[in-house]
């Protein structure tokens, strides 16, 4: 964080937690990403006869060489992970990522005038987390911001929704998200918030900015007091005989839109 930075902000809006809990990682792709991510604690690996010259290379390449690779079979994975995980052969152990607080995600964006961040309002699916985390890399996201009580902590499926790029997008749990808009406004953001019945649609505003974009729950929506605290709300573009979009495929629309000039 660069000394000169001074992060403006009213009140204390982040919670930094102390996740101890482990779970189950599982997939190729979320398995290699972790073992390349330093950041990422491993006490367990597991994998078939077929996924371990692999691994063995994988391990040496990211100097977790320590790490003592368990072969097993398929069966024994099967076990070990809920009925319809598909592990493709390979099982680790890991801890949740380090939170990112607030002020980081700031600091980070300070030198970045066209800063995108997406904030997320009580959506609770594993799987739909995951797969806004894998559109947030896809379309240059500097962070995920999310409420630390009513989210789904890191979990497998998560991680493997994903595709392993949870491991180099900066995630942060608040612990008031109406604050935590208050304060990006304070640092320069514009916080828009997405409602199928704004007036405005995204592909309208002005993307020459830095932006936050705000998104609800299925069905229920933004809660009135985030409502309140964005600048602005838009809607997406789609057939009026469709009420609403899957939010990760609603979240996978708005970046896209907010990626062109």
Known sequence: MPNSTVVKNSKNNYKKTNQVH??????????????????????????????????????????????????????????MLPQDAVHQGVVLETQPLPNVDLTEVICRCENNPLARILVLDQVSDPQNIGAIIRSCAAFNISALIMQDKNSPQESGAMVKA????????????VTNLSRALETLKQNGFWCIGMDGYAKHSI???????????VMGSEGKGLRRLVQDNCDDTVKLLINPNVESLNVSVAAAIALYELSKF
């Open 22 to 79: 482990s779970f189950l990682l599982y997939g190729k792709h979320a398995v290699e990403s972790a073992l390349l991510n330093p950041k990422r604690k491993i006490s367990a690996l597991w994998c078939t006869a077929e996924n371990a010259p692999w691994l063995r290379d994988l391990l040496l390449q990211a100097h977790r060489d320590k790490i003592t690779l368990k072969i097993v079979d398929k069966k024994e994975l099967d076990k």
């Open 162 to 173: 994903s595709a392993g790029t949870i491991e180099f997008l900066p995630v942060c749990r």
């Open 203 to 213: 592909d309208k505003i002005n993307k020459n900015a830095k932006i936050a974009v």
